[in-house]
């Protein structure tokens, strides 16, 4: 049985909604056709909540029943209190569909052409997708990973793949 802890990290495996099947074609556009494990990403807030970025804006949901699997990188309790204080910041926010318009533009080009990376960064502070709200968290945690801010939940998967502790 899977106990959840605050701070772990959930990488969902199941297509659910229209934003995810965007973030599906856009994941096939930047790295070819090749079979996706994770199209979503959440931190656990606590054994029946989690934050996340679902489309729409940064909310606390409750954790579903299935169709993701559990990582618990090795972030100290602190760390982990830090990063869910930090998160909680972003609750309300609204999705950052110019990341992902960005995205499809360096996809279809091949990164020739892009939105000013400027207005991108600045955009950012104040909107967030997913996988930008779990690197959110990973910083605040103080927990050296490596992800950028577009980085997708197929990448957080690669850098958290030696931390799982439940399939569910």
């Not at 606390?60 to 993701?68: K, L, Q, T, V, Y």
């Amino acid at each position: 049985m899977y106990v959840k802890q605050q701070g772990d990290i959930l990488l969902f495996r199941t297509l659910q909604t229209l934003e995810v099947r965007e973030i599906d074609w856009i994941e096939r556009l930047q790295d070819g056709k090749q079979p996706y494990t994770y199209y979503h990403c959440s931190v656990v807030v606590d054994e029946h909540t989690q934050i996340e970025s679902n489309g729409k804006t940064v909310r606390i949901n409750a954790i579903p029943s299935g169709g993701f699997d559990a990582f618990r990188p090795p972030i100290s309790l602190e760390g982990r209190q830090r990063g869910i204080e930090q998160l909680t910041k972003l609750v309300g926010q609204t999705y950052d569909w110019v990341l992902i318009v960005d995205d499809v533009l360096r996809a279809l080009t091949h990164n020739l052409l892009h939105l000013p990376i400027k207005f991108v960064a600045r955009e950012e502070r104040y909107r967030k997708i997913c996988s930008t709200v779990v690197v959110a968290y990973l910083n605040a945690a103080g927990w050296n990973h490596g992800l950028t801010l577009n980085a997708l939940p197929e990448d957080i998967y690669i850098v958290l793949r030696n931390y799982q502790v439940y399939t569910v």
